[in-house]
């Protein structure tokens, strides 16, 4: 009985804390200004049209991020003289 009654009150604690936690991200939601918004639902919109998980997709957006990196650094180099790329 002794057991029993603490696995409940164990039970409840976690869900008043999921419950807390549940609240504070809709309080940071609703904070998002506009442009944070319409950038969440322009990120669902790509998310909804690609059958890959969200984990899968920012995976590859942040492969694209570095990928656009490389290549800004490679042409700045070239552009300063530090590094050709093609011919001498």
Do not use: C, H
């Not at 029993?4 to 939601?29: F, G, M, S, V």
């Not at 995976?59 to 093609?86: D, M, Q, S």
Request: aromatic share 8%; net charge positive; hydrophobic share 45%.
């Amino acid at each position: 009985m002794k057991n029993t009654a603490k696995r409940e009150k164990e039970l409840e604690a976690r869900e008043q804390a999921l419950r807390e936690r549940e609240q504070a991200l809709e309080k940071r939601e609703k904070a998002l200004d506009p442009f944070s918004q319409a950038l969440k639902i322009k990120k669902e919109e790509w998310y909804d049209k690609v059958k890959l998980t969200v984990r899968q997709m920012d995976v590859i957006i942040w492969i694209v991020y570095g990928l656009l990196a490389v290549v800004i650094v490679l042409i700045t180099l070239e552009a300063t003289g530090v590094y050709k790329l093609f011919g001498p």
